[in-house]
T-cell receptor, first 112, second 116 residues
Framework: GQQVMQIPQYQHVQEGEDFTTYCNSS?????IQWYKQRPGGHPVFLIQ?????EVKKQKRLTFQFGEAKKNSSLHITATQTTDVGTYFC????????????FGTGTQLKVEL | GAVVSQHPSRVICKSGTSVKIECRSL??????MFWYRQFPKQSLMLMAT?????????EQGVEKDKFLINHASLTLSTLTVTSAHPEDSSFYIC????????????FGSGTRLTVV
């Protein structure tokens, strides 16, 4: 079945440093979504990318969807303590309806 | 925006008993609801998809008779963990597809189930 892997699994950064998580799917995706889950909380939708090579920005967050629509990345510039949490990518396979497969997640910790 | 209300947030039950978890879409109609399970420090694993007015679709390896799903109306989906055992202890979360192109999926706040 479809597998979605993320690296790194964990990342500790100092406040102000940049952070990137990479997402790779074993199958081509019709779209990729990104979610943030705070400790003890539930996933919260951040963004959706649909087009090959698409790049979207939300303030300090930059999201990319690969040309082959099998990989994606999330980059945070100048991290803040409020960025702490686990970031998940999630995708639906091409022709696979609306069922989301979540990536393995990257846990981000930001230290002062 | 879309809101999914999930109850209870925490439940402790004895082995062998059943627990019902409810998810309600408050300001929209959810014809489909996804049920996930998440173990500590792990990702979300899709258990089943509930569809209003029809049988749920279960993922491979998920016991249908143990995890009963009912989607009785356009705003309510329930998951019942029957004859619970300690290994069923987990975080259960429901989600509904968003309406519109960029809304993503809306998640309930989750239910922390502990079976003792």
């Amino acid at each position: 079945g479809q597998q979605v892997m993320q690296i790194p699994q964990y990342q500790h950064v100092q406040e102000g440093e940049d952070f990137t998580t990479y997402c790779n799917s074993s199958t081509t995706l019709s779209n990729i979504q990104w979610y943030k889950q705070r400790p003890g909380g539930h996933p919260v939708f951040l963004i959706q990318l649909v087009k090959s090579g698409e790049v979207k920005k939300q303030k300090r967050l930059t999201f990319q969807f690969g040309e082959a629509k099998k990989n994606s990345s999330l980059h945070i510039t100048a991290t803040q303590t409020t960025d702490v949490g686990t970031y998940f990518c999630a995708g639906t396979p091409t022709g696979g309806g609306n069922k989301l497969t979540f990536g393995t997640g990257t846990q981000l910790k930001v230290e002062l | 925006g879309a809101v999914v209300s999930q109850h209870p947030s925490r439940v402790i039950c004895k082995s062998g008993t059943s627990v019902k978890i409810e998810c309600r879409s408050l300001d929209f109609q959810a014809t489909t609801m996804f049920w996930y399970r998440q173990f500590p420090k792990q990702s979300l694993m899709l258990m089943a998809t509930s569809n209003e007015g029809s049988k749920a679709t279960y993922e491979q390896g998920v016991e249908k008779d143990k995890f009963l799903i009912n989607h009785a109306s356009l705003t309510l989906s329930t998951l019942t963990v029957t004859s619970a055992h300690p290994e069923d202890s987990s975080f259960y979360i429901c989600s509904a597809p968003g309406s519109g192109f960029n809304y993503g999926y809306t998640f309930g706040s989750g239910t922390r189930l502990t079976v003792v």
